[in-house]
């Protein structure tokens, strides 16, 4: 072991396509101040693991051992299939690697892959011509991109077989986040790890073995930045305990930056020896300072440590100030087999298809939100609240290492909400430097997206932005303080659409006081955007109250009125409310999602927005020269 060597991990899951950049940017800014640092994708690892040859072969020991009234019909397919998926598995997983495009033509006549419940959808399409019935999706020549759809279902196939005869809470992304997601105890997760491993459990533990082995780390970071990562993250912890407990671990991330601030569970120590909170570069340095012993436990900063007597929790914070966004350094990917990852393309949207398809280097423009108003989101947070910019020369710089290091010239900027500002200073850096890229990220349809504007980000590369229309009504964009009417975003997202660049609108239902009538207005804008071609994508989610937005400090001011929380201990974050509005949101939701789904294949648009939701809705849909109007 070499206790000056530090290793970051990714737990598992994340997403299949691109690395998670936190190791990325972990790694880069420790090697940045001379330390040796390294990085795993264990997500990515075990994945590769299960969904191949010998985890096949793996997968089938454990359903000879479950009784026959216990193996579900897609178990009982999978199984007499075997042989023709032992023969596909890595032939599928190559060519969603990009190694193996040939075999995509294959792939894509259907007749190589075996094709489980995940396929019956596709016969809802037919062509009343008998021709191609998703012609529509893919064309004459879209022979890879109909592969690796099809690739993409037979892989999900295979992990609904998993999930049904192995681990219940297996997926792709949100891996057994019921055990973490604002659990006020941690006993369901105690309890969890405390069971016999199954075969994804022990796959992992021998990863992490495997990893350890390989760099003979003494201290490992683990980041969990989502509900779906806390599982793995302690599993991979637990085995780093029982194979070496002089290696020191750490656990930081987004999950521990939004739920763990009152963390008081003594036992989450026995798997991590210290928690950090925020940004990682400052406490980092603090604790590696104090473990080479030139700092005294005392001054460490935004960490939690477990105390012996008595047996406790302690929160330390010298307050130093974070490390400046122009000083972290460079992401380096670094010992990241960019090589392996998947490119799945479950969506057939062009635009949604962004977040699962393909390599994205991951950059941010700047630190926090520029705006940091939204009554729904964690403005009270350090990563929303501490705005930090960084010169467009340092930001090309950054880029262009990136390219050098990766070959890639795919980005994908993770801020926010980017600057528009900052997007106009970086696309005139990249056109001085005549550096070609493509780009996408996160933005607000603010005016400052003037058309002119719109045409300069796309000349710079930028080919798609996402941004927050939320519900489509002024009273409620209003209330929610997001600093937009919807008139302003059916302007900003037509000069994007009119760039040439992709528009992804977030959508969502169920806010502090929104009526049924609200909702079915809101419907309607969509509906207007979609068939106008002002957005080309979106996603309807439910309004969840965190405790650490204004609507979760402040709920009076919002017209709810908040449920109690039990007692905590570990986990704390969303949190219920009562809304004297009565309306069955739930109940809404299966309403909305169809409709937006019909609506990104280009259906139902000239459907009256009503007969999507059962029973009779109040008074009439607003006009429908609403787009007219506002673009006029």
Excluded at 135 to 140: D, E, L, N, P
Excluded at 317 to 346: C, H, K, M, N, Q
Excluded at 423 to 429: D, R
Aim: neutral net charge.
């Amino acid at each position: 072991m070499n206790p000056r060597r530090i290793l970051s991990v990714i737990p598992p899951m994340t997403q299949l396509n691109t690395p998670y950049p936190s190791t990325a940017y972990l790694t880069g800014f420790l090697r940045s101040r001379g330390f040796d640092a390294a990085q795993e994708d264990l997500a990515l690892a075990l994945v590769l693991r299960l969904f191949s040859r010998d985890g096949l072969r793996a997968i089938r020991e454990c359903i000879k051992a479950l009784p026959q009234k216990q193996r579900s019909p897609r178990v009982q397919a999978f199984d007499r299939e075997f042989d023709r998926y032992l023969a596909t598995i890595d032939s599928a997983v190559a060519f969603l690697q990009g190694r193996d495009p040939s075999i995509g033509h294959r792939i894509g006549g259907r007749n190589f892959l075996p094709e489980g419940s995940r396929f019956e959808p596709l016969a809802a399409y037919v062509d009343p011509d008998g021709g191609d019935p998703l012609a529509w999706a893919f064309g004459a020549l879209g022979v890879q991109d109909r592969a690796r759809h099809f690739a993409t279902l037979y892989l999900n196939d295979v992990a609904d077989v998993l999930r049904e005869a192995v681990d219940s809470r297996f997926e792709f992304v949100r891996y057994a986040e019921s055990l973490a997601q604002s659990q006020a105890s941690f006993e369901p997760l105690a309890e969890a790890l405390a069971a016999p491993l199954n075969l994804v459990d022990s796959s992992l533990r021998e990863l992490t073995i495997a990893a350890l082995e390989r760099h003979r780390p003494g201290l490992v970071l683990v980041s969990a930045p989502f509900p779906g990562n806390v599982y793995g993250a302690f599993r991979i912890a637990q085995a780093i305990k029982l194979h070496d407990p002089a290696i020191v671990t750490v656990l930081g991330g987004g999950f521990v930056n939004t739920e763990l601030r009152e963390l008081t569970e003594p036992r989450v120590f026995d798997y991590f020896d210290y928690l950090t909170l925020d940004d990682g570069e400052r406490p980092l340095l603090a604790l590696l300072e104090h473990l080479d012993g030139k700092r005294a436990q005392d001054r460490l900063v935004r960490t939690y440590v477990r105390t012996a007597q008595p047996v406790a929790v302690r929160y330390i914070d010298a307050g130093e100030a974070d490390i400046a966004f122009a000083d972290v350094g460079t992401p380096t990917w670094d010992g990241l087999p960019l090589d392996r990852y998947l490119s799945v393309l479950d969506m057939l949207n062009p635009m949604h298809r962004l977040w699962s398809d393909g390599r994205w280097n991951k950059l941010t423009v700047a630190h926090g939100c520029y705006w940091k108003k939204c009554s729904f989101c964690d403005v009270s947070l350090d990563y929303i609240s501490r705005y930090d910019t960084v010169a467009a020369v340092t930001l090309v710089d950054r880029i262009e290492s990136i390219i050098a290091e990766t070959g890639q010239t795919g980005f994908h900027f993770v801020d926010e909400a980017a600057p528009p500002k900052s997007l106009k200073a970086l696309a005139e850096e990249l056109h001085k430097r005549q550096r070609a890229i493509s780009w996408w990220g996160n933005i607000r349809f603010e005016k400052s997206f003037t058309p002119q504007l719109c045409a300069e980000l796309a000349d710079s590369g930028c080919i798609a932005v996402s941004g927050g229309l939320e519900v489509a009504s002024d009273r409620l964009l209003k209330l929610m303080q997001k600093g937009v009417s919807v008139e302003q975003v059916a302007r900003v997202t037509r000069a994007f659409t009119d760039a040439g660049i992709l528009v992804h609108a977030y959508l969502m239902y169920g806010f502090p006081t929104q009526t049924l009538q609200d909702t079915v207005d809101a419907l309607e804008y969509v509906r207007q955007l979609f068939a106008a071609g002002c957005i080309q994508s979106g996603f309807f989610h439910r309004f969840a109250c965190t405790v650490h937005s204004p609507v979760g400090r402040d709920p009076a001011h919002f017209g709810v009125k908040l449920k109690p929380l039990p007692a905590v201990s570990f986990a704390r974050n969303d949190v219920g409310f009562i809304d004297p509005s009565g309306v069955d949101h739930a109940a809404l939701g299966t309403a909305l999602n169809k409709a937006l789904y019909n609506y990104m294949h280009g259906l139902g648009l000239e459907e009256d927005v009503r007969s999507w939701f059962s029973g009779r809705v109040p008074r009439t849909t607003v006009a429908r020269q609403f787009i007219t109007r506002a673009l006029r």
